[in-house]
Structure formats: structure tokens, C-alpha cells
């Protein structure tokens, strides 16, 4: 089974995507199951997993409800309050939809750096644990060392790192600094990463495959191709260019330095990691 690990629907509306700017006018518009299929046809694309867009309970219950009507969508990640006081009795109800798999939270949108560090955060994560979830860690390259730290209290959560942890691939200036977290985010053997979202961290009209090697390079030499999984960021990375050019970034990739591991790269981390 091939694996989109990291993908998102919406219905366009200002409201709800205040984060789609106006100069982003390919993506400001509905992105729905049936535009999604016939490009995982003509890509070899089997399935994939549905990831929040909106932070709300209402965007949980619509990406179940789509994954219900369409069985591609075989996984969820959601979003939820993790410091809400009844956490327990809203997983406890959730437990009857087995397709959602774990939840997200748009940390790189919090001003407060130590926001994933408060105790009741903390608390709602190893709560998840308990359940059984996942966890996806969206986070930018200059909240590594809270991520780190984040880590050492959830020893039996799995969590899974977005978009490479979000480095500045278009400047590079951050590169060193990226590479040590990534290093480190990687030591923990409950974390693994997407790559996925990176033509969005460069000029999305001027990048070229070559550009993301050293990159590739550092996430495959710190988690080794075992945890590491492949995402489109669908359909956000129609920013930089069509869907088989982004999956061909990573494939060729993978193709020349770690061919043994594609099948693993494309589909079999994330089932196992998201329990598929």
C-alpha cells in the first residue's frame, strides 16, 4: 500500500483559513476526496492521511465523516484541546471512530516559545498515550530545543515530526542550528518525521530538486529511512508545482540512496506508525 502520510481538505472560506493569503490564490478554493482521487490514480497513490486544517473539534468530526465516506482516507489526525479539564471522557467518545488515529496542534503559530512546555499540555500528550493516539509535531526549525525537551517527558507517546521541522531551505541560514535539533529530536526512538512541506520553505517558483538534498540528507542520516515517511502536504504544495513533481523530489531521492527502503519510505512507516 503506498501512502500519502500528510494531506488536507478544506472548503474554502476567509473565516476559517485566515492563514491562505490572497497571493495564494491557487490553493483558495475547495479541496475535496473526489479532486484528490484521480491524482493518487495517476501517481500510485493507495491511501492516505487526512490532516487538520482548522484548530476545532468541528474540523475532527468532518475529516471522520470523510473517511467514512471515502476509503482511501484510511487515518485522521485531528485536533483537540489537550488542556481541556474532560480530555479523557472526549477521548474516551472518540475511541468508537478507529479510523482517527491521532491529533495535531499548530504550535508554530504560538507566540508563547514555551507554549508546548506547560504542564497541562503535557499532561493532555501523555494522556494521549494512554489512548493509544499519535501525535504530529507542527512545529518551525526554531522551536527544536523546546521540542527536544518537550520529548523527555513523553517517553510512550509516538510522535511524528511535520514538514521536516519547518527549516529555512530558501536562505539556508538556519541550517546548522536545524541539523543539531534534528539530531537530537531524532535520539528519541518514539519520533519519526515527514518529509513532506518542503517547497513551501523556498521560492516556490524557482526551486529545483538538488536544492533539498542536503536537507533529505540530515533527516535520513538522523532517523534512519525506518521513521521516516512520505507526505505531499497536498494540497499546500500546489504552491510550488503539481502533485507528481513534488512526490518525484522525494522518490528520486530515496530511488538512488536508499532503493531497499522506498516501499517503506512510501507507505509501510506510516502504517505502522499511524497503526493502518
Known amino acids: 500500500m503506498n501512502i500519502d502520510a500528510h494531506q488536507h481538505f478544506w472548503l474554502f472560506n476567509e473565516e476559517d483559513y485566515g492563514w491562505i493569503g490572497e497571493h495564494q490564490s491557487v490553493i483558495r478554493r475547495d479541496f475535496l476526496p473526489e479532486t484528490l482521487l484521480p491524482i493518487y490514480k495517476q501517481n500510485n497513490i ?3 492521511v ?26 485522521v489526525v485531528g485536533w483537540i484541546d489537550l ?9 474516551t467518545h472518540y475511541q468508537a471512530f478507529p479510523m482517527l488515529k491521532g491529533f495535531r496542534h499548530v504550535l508554530q503559530d504560538e507566540a508563547d516559545s514555551q507554549f508546548m512546555l506547560d504542564k497541562d499540555f503535557i499532561q493532555g500528550l501523555k494522556m494521549l498515550a ?14 527544536l530545543p523546546q521540542a ?30 536545524w541539523q543539531r535539533g534534528i539530531n537530537t ?14 517547497v513551501t520553505e523556498t521560492d516556490v ?24 515517511m512520505y507526505g505531499s ?9 503539481k502533485y507528481e513533481a513534488i512526490k518525484a523530489i522525494i522518490e528520486n531521492f530515496v530511488e538512488k540512496n536508499y532503493p531497499q527502503y522506498k516501499q517503506a519510505v512510501f507507505g509501510g512507516n506510516a502504517k505502522t506508525f499511524y497503526q493502518i
Open 46 to 48: 493507495d491511501a492516505c
Open 130 to 143: 494512554e489512548f493509544g493516539y499519535r501525535y504530529d509535531l507542527l512545529i518551525l526549525a526554531k522551536q
Open 185 to 198: 529530536l531524532a535520539s528519541y526512538q518514539n519520533a519519526y518525521c515527514k518529509v513532506s512541506g518542503m
Open 205 to 228: 517558483n524557482n526551486w529545483q530538486e538538488q536544492d533539498f538534498n542536503q536537507y533529505l540528507d540530515v533527516i535520513f542520516n538522523a532517523f534512519g529511512p525506518e521513521r521516516i
Open 50 to 75: 487526512a490532516v487538520q486544517a482548522r484548530q476545532s473539534e468541528k474540523e475532527t468530526r468532518w475529516l471522520i465523516k470523510l473517511a467514512q465516506q471515502h476509503q482511501f482516507i484510511k487515518a
Open 148 to 177: 527536544n525537551e518537550l520529548l523527555q517527558h513523553l517517553p510512550q507517546l509516538p510522535i511524528v515530526l511535520d514538514h521536516i521541522g519547518k527549516p529555512s531551505i530558501e536562505t539556508g541560514e538556519d541550517f546548522d542550528q
Open 83 to 91: 488542556k481541556a479539564v474532560d480530555l479523557a471522557e472526549q477521548l
Open 233 to 241: 502536504d497536498w494540497p499546500v504544495c500546489l504552491l510550488g508545482g
